[in-house]
């Protein structure tokens, strides 16, 4: 299994980021999905949720309403669409199947700052 998330980088506050996260090893489409991040010296915090049907989704209140999950089972990729970004969001994104618990990716830098 194999999680490679990318789209992370620098904006300032208000702007937008579009992550992704390109997967292997599993049969994608059968997989519920999460986006979780981390800031240093905190645990990591669930972000978002996607279900095997992208018509469930969830979202934790500290992003609702300014984060979309999506994904693409043909592309067995999943993607964190993060607009309105505030400093708070600043951290290393992950995503992560919650069903397959030890499997984690790199990892992407999201930095919101002015």
Request: charged share 20%; hydrophobic share 30%; net charge positive.
């Amino acid at each position: 299994v194999q999680l490679v998330e990318s789209g992370g980088g620098l904006v300032q506050p208000g702007e937008s980021l579009r992550l992704s996260c390109a997967t292997s090893g599993f049969i994608f489409r059968s997989y519920d999905m999460r986006w979780y991040r981390q800031t240093p010296g905190k645990e990591r915090e669930w972000v978002a949720h996607i279900g095997i049907s992208d018509r469930i989704t969830n979202y934790a209140d500290s992003v609702k309403g300014r984060f979309t999950i999506s994904r693409d089972n043909a592309k067995n990729t999943v993607y964190l669409q993060m607009n309105s970004l505030k400093p708070e969001d600043t951290a290393v994104y992950y995503c992560h199947i919650p069903i397959l618990p030890r499997y984690w990716g790199q990892g992407t830098q999201v930095i919101v700052s002015s």
